[in-house]
């Protein structure tokens, strides 16, 4: 069973940024590919960005710019990088992980809250 473990949400002032972590453990198989998703009160839960293995890239277009997504593949470990931060971007921050071996299955995190005020 995978387990992931989120580090690094919290208050931050507008302007402000946070460092996200995500770290996975117990897989015997690669993990494809790893990313977040956020979960605003009200709203549905929306992809941030995500990474696989071989670096390719994929994001929200609205955080494009200011959100940074990479990842350890000997770590398995995916990190965020959130600068310039909006009141909207407040809200729940969910960590995944995805493999295809031995069957196709995500993995999430426990959710790390970001909130985004002065």
């Known amino acids: 069973q995978v387990q992931l473990v989120e580090i690094g949400g919290g208050l931050v002032q507008p302007g402000g940024s946070l460092r996200l972590s995500c770290a996975a453990s117990g897989s015997d198989f690669s993990i494809n590919a790893m990313g977040w998703y956020r979960q605003a009160p009200g709203k549905q839960r929306e992809l941030v960005a995500a990474i696989t293995s071989g670096g390719r890239r994929n994001s929200a277009d609205s955080m494009k710019g200011r959100f940074t997504i990479s990842r350890d593949n000997a770590k398995n470990t995916v990190y965020l990088q959130m600068n310039s931060l909006k009141p909207e971007d407040t809200a729940v921050y969910f960590c995944?992980?995805?493999?295809?071996?031995?069957?196709?299955?995500?993995?999430w995190g426990q959710g790390t809250q970001v909130t985004v005020s002065s």
């Open positions: 995944y992980a995805y493999r295809n071996l031995p069957s196709p299955v995500h993995y």
